[in-house]
């Protein structure tokens, strides 16, 4: 009944018999104990410690109580204002004839406060596009310090916002976001229509968020262009200019996979970080707080679905597994990637016990490693690109962990003395030293913010050419006497990778058809990630495995609805095969960027064997248009495809040599 006569009752009287008119107790600091008023003179509280609700100030209170320089000193730096000018003129303060409000926005912005006016109707609620554009303005507005919002009272819409905000950084589901403001903040989030609100908004961006839509929350299969517009919708600034038309998950993996190839460290951007609020919401979020809510919500008319009250949340399952990574038995951290299998697997048979999937890291497996060498065994590799008479010995293995043992790095004796060199050895030498990637300059390319919490990156210990014999204490030893016996020093037999060599194996990972048992785990938990959890990509910056990383991405293009290249848009490429440009014109803006991304990616991987370049060719032209080379007209389709992706691949290597050697 309330919310149904403020649609008839004039506001004047509104404000005189809610809030008490002229006499406002929203605006009086006389009505309100010191810990309601968390800056002094105003009806405030922190609902984050980055985010602070309030009542509306005014030049009165503002000059009393000198809220600027409060401000500046809780280091808020935004103000978002939700008011309508006009709004209210019969609470409280008079209302400020240049602007419309009980204050003049300029007082904050003369101070180095950035101001930002969303009107949006008292008691009612915004489309939630507008929502999704507001809570991208304050994502980006928290880059420069802390936010206060506010509306008359700071309850209703405000809440809203933050409650959209909460779901949209954190992952909170509606209930929780709902629960959670109300308790920093008693009686925020007053209508039907605004709970209504924030769970239609987080419902709105369960399929914008979906990366992978056969994983959980699973949603729609998707084509490629109606990827890139969901995509839209969720990007904004540099992101949103950067891949306007190419998947992120494609940027990223491309950017890092050079990455690892040039052996560069992403750049880490000191911006705030979004808190963890796991723990406090767990705290603050009760079973029974929820029940109530539900109680509220149904009779309000809002239908409240049973939920299994014995499942944690997703954000809060994956919120832990990096943390408890750190719980294996000391010295055994080498065994992190069996006991993360036997978890996953112990977790598949115990679903009604999600906190054993908490270990599941994302480390790739030594198994994808040993899969990747024995299939490459099959290529022919001329001697070249590594220095001949050197050994992989396991110096700097043990050093990092003393426990570690032989059968990590798998060789045969005879590698140890064949001039041949080995490339289908491992990326153990992808990671190195630390003092060395301190002297390698930071990508320039992609930007991110500093992770929520210290991320271990994975380490891929390699094979050789035997993908049954392992390296034993003896076959050290043999290596050690070599080196004695040949006056050379042992540390000096370490292999080191050429950039060349470093490059040749990024592009073999790049082209491998990943499906060996134990990476599949891998880039499950990866996609479950994507999907689930905020700061995903953040902590995917800091994978450096490259088989995990183009796995990733090849089974992201694999899953989409339909193919990118359609058979209308193989026949018009094949039949403009003599001209590329003209060829890839007649594609779809974002079809052609996401080609051409993973075409400039192998492209600065530079001259490639021939066989490793068709391997890359074959995997890229398999992935865009579903076609097998088994398939019918697969052969022809392979050969024509190729003849043109190789005339584009050489003239974006080209680009890429000239711009590497200009000043």
Known sequence: MGETLRHVIPGHMQCSMA?????????????????????????????????????????????????????????????????????????????????????????????????????????????????????????????????????????????????CYLVFTSRMSADQAILFVRAKRPNSIQTRGQLLCVREFARFLVPLRSVFSSVEPKTHTVTLSQFLTRQRHLLHGYEARQMKNVPKIVHLVCRLLLDIAENRQTVEEEAPEIPDLTAEVEKTVSQQALQQLGKELRGKGIPVLLSRCSEPSASIVLSQRHHLDDQLPSGHQEFKFLWQRQCLDHSIANANKPRLLLNCGLSASDSALHTLDSRWQQLAWPPMLLSTNRCISQNRLAAES?????????????????????????????????????????????????????????????????????????????????????????????????????????????????????????????????????????????????????????????????????????????????????ALNTMDKGHRQTLLCILDCAAHLMKLPEEVETAVLNHTIKAFTGVTTDSENGQMIYKALQELLILVLDDLRRKAVEAMESP
């Not at 968390?38 to 009393?64: F, H, Q, V």
């Not at 730096?77 to 009980?102: D, M, W």
């Not at 905020?534 to 800091?542: D, I, K, M, V």
Request: charged share 25%; proline share 6%; hydrophobic share 35%.
């Open 402 to 582: 003393p426990d570690l043992h032989s059968s990590r790095l798998a060789l045969t004796p005879e590698s140890c003395s064949s001039p041949k060199p080995d490339l289908t050895g491992s990326f153990t030498s992808l990671e190195e030293p630390k003092k060395e990637q301190e002297r390698t300059p930071r990508s320039p390319v992609f930007r991110r913010r500093v992770p929520l919490k210290e991320t271990k990156r994975s380490r891929s210990l390699g094979f050789s050419g035997s993908s049954t014999t392992t390296l034993s204490v003896w076959q050290t030893e043999e290596c050690r006497d070599e080196a004695q016996e040949s006056n050379v020093p042992f540390i000096m037999l370490q292999t080191e990778l050429t950039p060349e060599a470093r490059r040749v194996l990024v592009a073999k990972a790049l082209a491998m058809d990943i499906d060996a048992e134990g990476l599949s785990d891998v880039i499950l938990a990866w996609q479950t990630e994507l999907n689930s959890r905020e700061g995903a990509w953040e902590r995917l910056c800091l994978e450096r495995d490259p088989l995990v990383l183009s796995a990733l991405m090849w089974s992201w293009l694999e899953q989409l609805k339909e193919p990118i290249l359609t058979e209308a848009d193989i026949e018009m490429l094949t039949g403009n095969s003599h001209s590329p440009q003209n």
């Open 19 to 163: 809030c008490g008119g002229r006499a406002c107790k929203y605006e009086n600091p006389s009505r309100w104990s010191d810990e309601e008023q968390a800056i002094k003179g105003l009806y405030s509280s922190w609902i984050t410690d980055n985010l602070l609700a309030m009542a509306r100030p005014s030049t009165e209170i503002i000059e009393k109580y000198d809220i600027i320089n409060q401000f500046l000193r809780y280091s808020l730096k935004t103000v978002i204002n939700l008011q309508r000018p006009g709004e209210h003129a019969s609470c409280g303060y008079p209302l400020e004839p240049a602007s419309g409000f009980t204050y003049r926005p300029e007082v904050f912005m003369e101070a180095g406060i950035y101001f930002y006016n969303f009107g949006w109707k008292d008691y009612g609620v915004a489309s939630l596009t507008t929502i999704l554009d507001m809570v991208k303005v304050m994502s980006f507005a928290m880059q420069e310090g802390k936010m206060a919002i506010h509306c008359h009272a700071g309850l209703g819409r405000t809440g809203v916002l933050l409650a």
